[in-house]
């Protein structure tokens, strides 16, 4: 199975900035949903993510927290209360920088914090440090019912 990042972004413009700055960086297209309610149904694989095949389960979560409906930290919560999701890797991508925000992130069981950048190269050089972690070199947790590629086979590409 190839890697899959689910990324949760509800910002128009920042899909467009980060989605080219995804690109750059060599990532696969990942998974885009743009609130929380939706990453919840995609994890879970209900409603209209029921059908894996067409919606993978992800080898990493890239999520940011001021979502509508249900909040990155709520989600981040779920996440961490469900044995099928509990290991998955979730990257806080957001931009805020309130010390608050970051523990609150670590103490929900996030497995890094990142700024999204303003800037075009520093945030390309950001997510290709993610892609070269996360997906080329972590050697990634089994998630009960799903299967996981291994890392450190080189770069794995993700599908859509």
Request: net charge negative.
């Amino acid at each position: 199975m190839t890697a899959k990042v689910l990324w949760v972004e509800d910002s128009p413009d920042d899909v467009l900035l980060i989605g080219r700055a995804i690109r750059k960086a060599g990532l696969e297209p990942p998974a885009l949903v743009r609130d929380g309610r939706e990453a919840v149904e995609y994890l879970s694989g209900s409603g209209p993510y029921a059908d894996r095949s067409m919606y993978p389960f992800p080898t990493l979560v890239l999520l940011d927290i001021k979502l509508p409906k249900v909040s990155g930290f709520e989600v981040l919560h779920w996440i961490r209360e469900h044995e099928e999701t509990s290991r998955l890797p979730v990257v806080m991508f957001t931009s805020s920088k309130e010390r608050s925000d970051v523990d609150r992130a670590y103490a929900l069981g996030a497995n890094a914090y990142l700024l999204k950048s303003v800037d075009h190269e520093h945030l390309v050089e950001t997510l290709t440090r993610v892609r070269a972690f996360w997906l080329d070199l972590d050697l990634n947790p089994s998630v009960p019912g799903h299967e996981v590629a291994a890392s450190g086979e080189g770069p794995r590409s993700a599908v859509q």
